[in-house]
C-alpha cells in the first residue's frame, strides 16, 4: 500500500507519495503569494490552497504511477491560517483568511490584556495573547467587518478548508484547536465556554468535530476525484497543523526531543506531557498521542521569508543564472557568503520584517539591519539575514530552557532552509546545539504520509515513525565561531530593547 501526504504552506503547497516502509517515490510542489494590502497585514483566499493541493496530489500519482486502488489515503496538514477562513452556511469564504503572519489585531490584543486576568487566560488555554493567535483575529473581523460577522457560520483551518472540498465534511482536529489560543481548553481538550463568553466569539461559530490527527475523516468525493487523480472513496486522514506534523517527520516523540521547522518562518518545539506549560511559548496538543502529549514551540515571523525577499529585492543575477543553469538562485548566494566571517563583519540583523512572535510577541517590530559600512558587500547582508535567523532560534530555545523544558544537546532540522548546509552550520554556531538533518528533507509532508498510514492501519503504532526517519551526521557547532556569536548575540537583543520604543512610533 501507498500513502498520500500533503502540507499546505504559507508560500507554497507541497504532496509526496511513500511506500510502507517511508521511501518517498514522488513529489510535487506549487508556489503563490500572500496578499499584503497593509503593512503587518497577511491573508490568502483559500481556493488557491485547494487548488494547489488538488494539483500536486494528480501530479504525484501521475508520476509514482502505482496503482489508485493501492493507495491507502491522504493526510493533510496547513499553515496556521490565523483566524481561519470565515464561511457562510453555504461553505462559501466571506472573505480572505487572516494567516498567521497577519498583526493587524493590536487593539483587540490591548483589550484582551487589560480585560482578561492573563492567570484565567492562561490556567484554561496553556497560552496568553498576542495578535498572532486566531481569536484575536476573529475579534478583530468582528469589530471591523461587521457585515461580514454576521454571515459567519464557521471559521475553518486552511487545511480542514480542503478537506470539506475532498470530503463533504468539516472538521478540525486537536492541535488546529489549540493553536487558535485563547478559545480552546487544552485540559478539557474542547471549546471553552466560558473563554468564548469573555472574548465574544460565538462557539457556535467553531467546528462541532474536534478529532485526532490519524482520524479518518471522510472520504473523497466524486468531484474531488475527478480534481486530484484519487479513487472515489479513497480515505482523508485529518493531519494538523504543519509545525508539529514537521516535528513528527524528523522522529520526535519523547521530553527532551527537540526540531526546527525552518521554512518560510521558524517554528522550533519539544514534545511533554502538559505538567509544565510555558507562559510566552505557544502550546496545543501534539498529533500523536493527542490527548496525552502537549507540543510546546516558540516561533520566529521571518526566516526563510527573509532570504526570498533579499532574492527577489538584490539577486536579479543570481536568478537569472539560476534559471539558465538549473542551479537554485539560493544555492549561488549561499557560495558567496562562504568566504564572509561569522558576524559580518560586524552587521547585527533584527529579522522582524512582519513583526515577531515569541518570545518578544511584538507586532510593532521592524526590521533593522545595524552596523552597515562602506567596507560591506551585498554578500556581507545576506549572511546577515541568515545569522538573524539563528539568533530567533536561540532566542526561543533559551525561552524554552527558562521555562523548564528539557532539551537534548541535539536539535534536529527540518524545512526549506535545511537545504542550506551554510545555513545549518550558522544555526549550530550561534546556538551551540548539534544540528541534525533529516535525510529525507521533505518534512511536513512527510509527517502527513506517516500519520494517513496511522489513521489507514496500514502503520500500527507511532513509534514506527523511527524506522521511517533517516538522519545525516550531526553537523557540530565550531566552538570559535559560538564565542563571536555570544557576543553579537548580546547587541542582537539589546539591539531590540534600545530600538522597539522608536518601532512603536512608526
Not at 497585514?41 to 487548488?51: I, L, S
Not at 499553515?79 to 466571506?94: A, T
Not at 483568511?97 to 483587540?108: G, N, Q, S, T
Not at 480585560?115 to 498576542?130: C, L, M
Amino acid at each position: 500500500m501507498y500513502l498520500l501526504g500533503t502540507d499546505i504552506g504559507t508560500q507554497g503547497t507541497k504532496t509526496v507519495l511513500v511506500d510502507e516502509k517511508g521511501i518517498v517515490l514522488a513529489e510535487a510542489s506549487r508556489e503563490y503569494d500572500v496578499i499584503t494590502p497593509k503593512p503587518n497585514w497577511a491573508e490568502q483566499w483559500p481556493d488557491v490552497w485547494a487548488k494547489a493541493v488538488f494539483e500536486t496530489v494528480r501530479e504525484v500519482v501521475e508520476k509514482s504511477n502505482v496503482p489508485k486502488n493501492q493507495i491507502a489515503g491522504i493526510a493533510i496538514s496547513g499553515l496556521y491560517g490565523g483566524s481561519g477562513v470565515p464561511v457562510d452556511k453555504n461553505m462559501q469564504p466571506l472573505r480572505p483568511c487572516l494567516i498567521w503572519m497577519d498583526r493587524r489585531a493590536v487593539k483587540e490584543t490591548e483589550w484582551v490584556k487589560k480585560n482578561v486576568p492573563k492567570e484565567q487566560i492562561f490556567s484554561i488555554t496553556g497560552n496568553y495573547v498576542d495578535s498572532y493567535f486566531g481569536f484575536t483575529k476573529m475579534m478583530w473581523i468582528r469589530n471591523n467587518e461587521p457585515e461580514i460577522w454576521k454571515k459567519i457560520y464557521k471559521f475553518v483551518t486552511p487545511k480542514d478548508y480542503v478537506i470539506y472540498k475532498m470530503t463533504n465534511q468539516l472538521v478540525i482536529d486537536y492541535s488546529s484547536a489549540g493553536n487558535l489560543g485563547g478559545v480552546f481548553d487544552i485540559r478539557k481538550l474542547t471549546w471553552s465556554k466560558e473563554m468564548c463568553d469573555v472574548l465574544g466569539i460565538p462557539i457556535e461559530y467553531l467546528p462541532e468535530r474536534i478529532v485526532k490527527s490519524s482520524d479518518v475523516v471522510g472520504k473523497i468525493s466524486k468531484e474531488a476525484s475527478e480534481l486530484c487523480g484519487l479513487l472515489e472513496g479513497t480515505p482523508v486522514v485529518a493531519g494538523g497543523i504543519d509545525a508539529p506534523v514537521a516535528q513528527l517527520s524528523a522522529g520526535a516523540l519523547q521530553e527532551g526531543e527537540h526540531v526546527a521547522m525552518v521554512g518560510t518562518s521558524t517554528c522550533w518545539g519539544t514534545v511533554h506531557d502538559g505538567s509544565k506549560l510555558a507562559f510566552g511559548l505557544v502550546s496545543y496538543p501534539y498529533v500523536v498521542y493527542d490527548t496525552e502529549r502537549i507540543y510546546t514551540f516558540g516561533g520566529s515571523a521571518t526566516t526563510g521569508a527573509l532570504a526570498r525577499w533579499f532574492k527577489e529585492q538584490f539577486a536579479e543575477s543570481e536568478t537569472i543564472v539560476g534559471e539558465r543553469t538549473g542551479v537554485s538562485a539560493y544555492q549561488l548566494l549561499d557560495q558567496e557568503v562562504k568566504g564572509i566571517p561569522a558576524g559580518s563583519d560586524g552587521i547585527v540583523v533584527l529579522p522582524y520584517f512582519m513583526g515577531e512572535r515569541s518570545p518578544i510577541w511584538d507586532p510593532s517590530a521592524r526590521g533593522v539591519v545595524f552596523g552597515v559600512t562602506l567596507y560591506h558587500k551585498r554578500a556581507h547582508i545576506y549572511k546577515a539575514f541568515m545569522e538573524a535567523g539563528a539568533y530567533a532560534l536561540r532566542h526561543n530555545i533559551e525561552a524554552g530552557l527558562n521555562a523548564g523544558l528539557k532539551l537534548n544537546d541535539e536539535c534536529w532540522i527540518v524545512g526549506g532552509v535545511a537545504r542550506s548546509s551554510v545555513w545549518v552550520q550558522i544555526f549550530a554556531d550561534v546556538t551551540g546545539f548539534k544540528m541534525r538533518q533529516v535525510a529525507s528533507l521533505v518534512e511536513a509532508p512527510f509527517g502527513d504520509a506517516f500519520l494517513a498510514g496511522l489513521g489507514t492501519k496500514v502503520i500500527d503504532k507511532p513509534e514506527r515513525i523511527k524506522e521511517w526517519v533517516k538522519y545525516r551526521e550531526p553537523v557540530e557547532p565550531r566552538l570559535e565561531n559560538k564565542k563571536l556569536y555570544d557576543k553579537y548575540y548580546e547587541i542582537y537583543l539589546q539591539l531590540y530593547e534600545r530600538t522597539k520604543d522608536l518601532m512603536q512610533s512608526l
